[in-house]
């Protein structure tokens, strides 16, 4: 299973020593697949199934588990569950399969940011990692050659960990509404799949929808007022870049994807790219680097509320950076010109032109690209419409020091221990509780957690505990009953 490659030149001994070394990928991934499912056998225990199937309203049983978002949390989520018995587990993705998450889509670098020598979705199975799947194909040393883990690489990696795994994806099914059913403990999950409206219920859900699955891409109204659609972008939307070249590109924002934005434009053929950003300079120290160690990994759930939010607030006002390769990428073109201190004052349309006026003055651009990332506001989110007047946030349950003021953290839903959600107003919706956040908008609560590599190693086995106790808890009474019918002789 090689990557999704750009081109190949197709003359006979190319495609000879092609299907030569395709051969040799084929036999070395059978082989370490053969060993995975070794390691997954001498690992299988507990091995007795534990969860009666629960009878929806439609009197067909319904899922233990479905999880919304079929990307890397979506897949790491739902073998984790599948390891401990979790047996009917459903994922569900609004994409294609196996295109889930940016890496495929709008993601504009050329490689992964985080180092490549993260651990996570193997749930510490050495077979399982990427590094083992890579030299499998690729022969040993391989790794180590590589920089960065390009995107596509990252892409081929989550698709092979969903097949090898058997994780059930229901590809190309929208959610679009999330709510309790008429049976007590089930949820009804709407959702468009194939033209039509489905239904589907579960005992738990799992939303694993991305970086974005607490809010919204963010496009500040002074460009959205300003401007006709056709105009301007985010670094989210689908853009023909094709149709950039020979213009002028104004990017707002100094993040990654800014810069990655930036960069295609001009690879593209744009004839300059203005990059502008509010900071007196770029940021140039990453704190997720520094977040990097066990303690504030698998601990930042643990601390007291003011700790947590003094701690995620200082990583948010670091800021984001662009990576070393990315800002050399942008700053490779003589047509690129960075603005720092340069926060936009007013925009406007000025004959075919768009004005940008700054502290410095005003330039013409020709287009514009949005580069300011995301908002919290689970009120912008369609699919939870009927949860989030019920959940609580974090201006509903701390109340930040004046000098600590952070409207969007404000926002951040009020998580427990197991990235589920709580209730506004006790007794009101107990139900939402049933639902588990485990997307960005977890960070302030339990810190790194869903839409990130860096957190996932600890923070899915939170996850998955939370869920398996809350269902042994639910279902104790049928527990104690086959105690008590136990009959099983010993001799
Ligand atoms: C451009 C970009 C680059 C990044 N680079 C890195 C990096 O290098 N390293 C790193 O650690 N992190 C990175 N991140 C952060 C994070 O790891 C990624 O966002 C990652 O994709 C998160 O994985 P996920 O499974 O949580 O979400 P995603 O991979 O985003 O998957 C969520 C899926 O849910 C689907 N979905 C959303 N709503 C619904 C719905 N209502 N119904 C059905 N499906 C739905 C989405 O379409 C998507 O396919 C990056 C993020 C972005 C945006």
Redesign the pocket.
């Known amino acids: 299973m090689s990557e999704p490659s750009a081109s190949s030149d197709g003359t006979a001994s190319s495609t000879t020593i092609v299907e030569a070394a395709g051969a040799a990928e084929v036999v070395g991934l059978a082989r370490l697949e053969q060993a995975l499912r070794r390691d997954l056998e001498l690992l299988d225990y507990p091995r007795r199934p534990w969860l009666t199937p629960k009878l929806g309203p439609d009197g067909a049983a319904v899922h233990d588990v479905i999880i919304?978002?079929?990307?890397?949390?979506?897949l790491v989520t739902a073998f984790a569950l599948l390891r401990e018995k979790v047996e009917r587990v459903l994922v569900?993705?609004?994409?294609p399969i196996d295109r889930?998450?940016?890496w495929l889509n709008?993601?504009r670098?050329v490689t992964?940011?985080?180092p490549k020598y993260l651990t996570g979705p193997d749930l510490g199975i050495p077979n399982l990692t990427i590094v083992a799947w890579y030299e499998a194909q690729h022969g040993p040393g391989s790794w180590a050659q590589m920089g960065l883990v390009p995107k596509q690489t990252w892409a081929a990696y989550l698709a092979w960990y969903r097949r090898v795994l058997g994780i059930p994806v229901q590809a190309e099914?929208?959610?679009t509404g999330l709510g309790p059913s008429d049976t007590p403990g089930v949820l009804v999950v709407e959702a468009r799949h194939g033209g039509r409206d489905v239904r589907l219920f579960a005992r738990r859900v799992v939303l694993?929808?991305?970086?974005d699955?607490s809010g919204a891409w963010e496009v500040p109204a002074m460009i959205t007022d300003a401007l006709p659609r056709d105009r301007w972008a985010h670094t989210r939307d689908d853009i023909d870049f094709a149709a950039l070249a020979g213009k002028r590109i104004g990017v707002l924002g100094a993040g990654a994807?800014a810069f990655d934005n930036a960069s295609v434009a001009l690879e593209h053929g744009a004839a300059a790219v203005h990059l502008y950003f509010r900071r007196e300079r770029l940021v140039d120290t990453n704190a997720y680097r520094w977040a990097e160690f066990v303690g504030f990994l698998r601990h930042m759930a643990d601390l007291p509320d003011a700790d947590k939010w003094r701690f995620i607030r200082q990583i948010l006002r670091v800021g984001q950076l662009p990576p070393a390769d990315t800002l050399r990428r942008a700053s490779a073109h003589a047509a690129f010109h960075m603005h720092p201190g340069s926060p936009w004052k007013q925009v406007e349309l000025q004959g075919d032109a768009i004005a940008v006026t700054t502290p410095s003055g005003t330039d013409l651009v020709d287009f514009v690209i949005v580069g300011t990332g995301f908002v919290t506001d689970l009120s912008r989110r369609p699919?939870l419409a009927q949860l989030w007047p019920h959940v609580a946030l974090w201006r509903d349950r701390y109340a930040a020091p004046e000098a600590e003021r952070h409207d969007d953290l404000a926002r951040h839903p009020y998580l427990g221990p197991g990235f589920e959600f709580t209730e506004k107003t006790p007794g009101e919706a107990p139900w939402v509780g049933q639902v588990h956040n485990y997307?960005f908008g977890g960070l302030l609560s339990l810190g790194f957690g869903?839409?990130?590599?860096?957190g996932m190693k600890y923070s899915v086995q939170r996850l998955v505990a939370a869920i398996t106790r809350s269902l042994f808890v639910e279902d104790r009474d049928a527990h104690f009953a086959s105690l008590c019918g136990f009959d099983e002789r010993e001799w």
């Open positions: 919304v978002g079929g990307g890397q949390g979506g569900v993705d609004e994409r889930a998450g940016p709008f993601a670098m992964l940011r985080t099914t929208c959610v694993a929808t991305g970086i699955g994807s699919e997307t869903g839409a990130s590599i860096s």
